[in-house]
């Protein structure tokens, strides 16, 4: 009996010239390849995990807990691979061959992506066609940093750029990637360190409380944590002599 061969959409890009040489076979697949075939297995995969799960009662608790706590960890990864793509998408700006907006070209495509992570993924992804913004977009690329407070970050240099040269807002870029990276602060202490930067860096309409702002900004700031772990993080943008076109240091 002929056995039946099946085709499973793997293609081998060879040419003839390279086949006739006798240089052999090429010993690996190109990355679009890999990462095709690894989502169509993950998809086949995660259809046999859904009709696991319509028999949740057949499910032992340590069962329950250890599939969701993996559910979260491939619920990150493919946040994680979802932003990498859009990313992408907004370099070679594909969303504006069609022309629309990447926001609205995400949500034709992820119809899944609503409210704020759509919001978030499309301004990380914007931000990472500038050089800059490199370390906050590997933070969260990484997984050392959470999207949501990635574009909370983001939002808030947004606000600042306007006041500061490049090597100010690089500089602020570093500072509030370190902070946002650090394990140890939460929700609590990001909101504070954002805005402490705002307050200094910001104009006042009063000329008088401008240059006193400025001022302040040289100065040290201390966050304190509930537990008594005390963090650092000076803040100097510019210098007090115009000759000597600034300082800039960062630390914590």
């Not at 032992?60 to 979802?82: A, K, M, N, P």
């Not at 602020?172 to 370190?178: E, G, I, R, Y």
Request: hydrophobic residues 40%; contains cysteine; neutral net charge.
């Amino acid at each position: 009996m002929e056995r039946q061969q099946l085709w499973g959409g793997e293609v081998l890009r060879v040419s003839a010239a390279t086949v006739l040489t006798g240089a052999g076979l090429p010993g690996a697949r190109v990355p679009g390849e890999v990462l095709g075939e690894a989502l169509r297995v993950a998809d086949r995969e995660l259809v046999l995990a859904d009709l696991a799960t319509r028999e949740p009662v057949r499910l032992q608790d340590t069962e329950v807990q250890e599939c969701l706590t993996t559910v979260g960890r491939l619920s990150h990864s493919l946040s994680r691979e979802r932003l990498r793509l859009a990313c992408e998408v907004a370099a070679r700006s594909l969303h504006q061959q069609s022309g629309h907006r990447l926001e609205d070209w995400l949500a034709m495509v992820c119809p899944d992506l609503t409210g704020p992570p759509l919001h978030d993924t499309c301004r990380i992804a914007l931000a990472s066609t500038e050089s800059v913004h490199a370390p906050l977009v590997a933070a969260v690329l990484d997984g050392t940093m959470q999207l949501a407070r990635a574009a909370k970050i983001h939002r808030a240099l947004t606000r600042v750029r306007k006041v500061l040269d490049p090597d100010e807002y690089a500089l602020a870029v570093d500072l509030l990637v370190q902070a946002g990276c650090e394990p140890l602060f939460g929700e609590v202490e990001i909101d504070k360190i954002i805005a402490r930067l705002l307050a200094r860096v910001l104009p006042e309409k009063d000329h008088e409380a401008r240059e006193k702002k400025k001022h302040q900004a040289r100065n040290l700031h201390e966050s304190s944590l509930a537990d008594g772990t005390l963090r650092r993080i000076i803040i100097t943008f510019g210098s007090d002599d115009p000759r000597r076109g600034g300082s800039h240091r960062a630390g914590r």
